[in-house]
């Protein structure tokens, strides 16, 4: 027993030291919580703290949302042309003055302005995370040290989440807690990457090469890649809107699942925050287990049938807690979560497998930019999407969003099956 809980430190140290060491996941972490904590309360500091009417504040925050999504090639851009490293401290540190500024908003164009500038830094910064991690982890070990991020993400979110909930109680003084917190958030993780070491030193140019042919499947080789290039890469740009309707799974939890507890079966409210708990805690245990089976291309088009296959079984124990009592729907719910959560956690593993492999090396910056704004217009046009299907009853609400899933993972799947054939020799073994 002891000789198992030694290998799995020793197994969990290496992922650690893969992930750019303690210092950047732990600023990962701070990132998490930071958006933990503001993310509940946004739209509430609007409303309640600066009184600006509520469909003003919705209006003026899916604005500066669709600004900054319009924004995100250009944020990819910089990306490579700055390099990962240091794109990552302007980004994070762009974004705690950003979200400082939320407590100076008086008028609706301030929040489109205070909205656009945070959403535009956070974007820079994540995709100056996940370019710095792929320059830092073998291919072979991507999918397991991202589902190892993922979980200490979780972890921070959790903890953002908790204090988000005190801070709902301690009124408008709260909201400043958590406008400030989150903003010390940034600064703290753009600290701690400045301070991070030779590590990361090493790698944070490694994209910024214009003019370099691309080395990856996701760019013609011999020419130079632009973002124009990205843009016009139809296999890249179709994955990335397949990933939108992939990952309809979050909307599925933040929006669908919420609605339908109260509004559709007889459990207890109450089991709308259990669920988001069981959700964050399955993927802080097995994520990076899940992982482990999705190391190379050739596994990703299974992940995605089993995820299209769980998301189904979700589906069809979420609609089967309509018919049911408080018990059997209190039962079917937790299970309806597990297996959609394992949708999750199997689409994420895949996608990142698929992603990596596909995207030039060189200049992934652009590549992942472009591949997350299909998650971004999923984000966007999810809770109008599930609003409609609720308005319309109880039962096309859970069969058609498991048909989204599928029809975003099984062509992601039949895409990846395709490439692994214009993957040669040891690329095709590693990636």
Do not use: C
């Not at 058609?400 to 993972?409: K, Q, R, T, W």
């Amino acid at each position: 027993m002891r000789g198992e809980i030694r290998a799995r430190s020793h197994s969990l140290r290496e992922l650690v030291h893969a992930a750019g060491g303690p210092a950047l996941v732990l600023a990962t972490m701070l990132d998490a919580a930071g958006t933990g904590l503001i993310a509940p309360l946004t739209i509430l500091y609007f409303v309640v703290g600066v009184r600006l009417p509520v469909g003003l504040v919705g209006t003026g925050m899916t604005i500066g949302g669709a600004i900054a999504l319009m924004a995100a090639p250009l944020g990819g851009h910089f990306v490579d042309r700055a390099g990962s490293r240091r794109a990552l401290l302007v980004g994070w540190s762009a974004a705690g003055i950003a979200v400082a500024g939320y407590a100076l908003v008086r008028s609706w164009p301030e929040l489109i302005v205070a909205v656009s500038a945070l959403g535009i830094a956070t974007s820079v910064g994540g995709t100056a995370r996940s370019t710095l991690l792929s320059a830092l982890v073998a291919p072979g070990d991507i999918a397991r040290v991202m589902a190892l991020v993922r979980a200490f993400r979780n972890v921070g979110y959790g903890v953002g989440g908790l204090l988000a909930t005190a801070a709902l109680a301690a009124g408008h003084q709260g909201f400043l807690f958590a406008i400030y917190g989150d903003a010390a958030s940034f600064l703290l993780g753009a600290a701690l990457v400045l301070a991070a070491g030779r590590r990361l030193r090493s790698v944070s140019g490694d994209s910024a090469q214009p003019g370099r042919a691309p080395k990856g499947l996701g760019g013609s080789r011999g020419r130079p890649v632009t973002l124009r290039t990205v843009l016009t890469d139809r296999r890249f740009v179709t994955l990335g809107l397949l990933d939108g309707l992939t990952s309809f799974h979050q909307v599925a939890l933040q929006v669908a699942l919420p609605l339908w507890v109260v509004l559709f079966t007889h459990a207890p409210r109450e089991l709308v925050g259990l669920l988001y708990t069981l959700n964050t805690a399955l993927v802080v245990l097995a994520q990076v287990r899940v992982a482990r089976g999705v190391r190379v291309l050739a596994q990703a088009p299974r992940a995605l049938l089993y995820t299209a296959i769980a998301m189904a079984g979700a589906g069809a124990a979420f609609l089967g807690a309509h018919y049911a009592g408080a018990v059997a729907a209190t039962v079917l719910l937790v299970a309806g979560a597990t297996l959609m959560t394992a949708a999750e956690m199997l689409s994420s593993a895949a996608n990142w497998i698929v992603t990596y492999a596909l995207a030039d090396p060189e200049h992934r910056g652009k590549y992942l930019s472009v591949y997350s704004m299909g998650a971004g217009l999923g984000r966007a046009a999810g809770p109008s999407v599930t609003a409609a299907l609720a308005s319309a009853g109880a039962l096309p609400l859970w069969p058609v969003i498991a048909a989204i899933v599928a029809a975003g993972a099984l062509p992601t799947a039949a895409i990846a099956r395709a490439a692994q054939g214009a993957v040669s020799g040891s690329a095709a073994g590693e990636l």
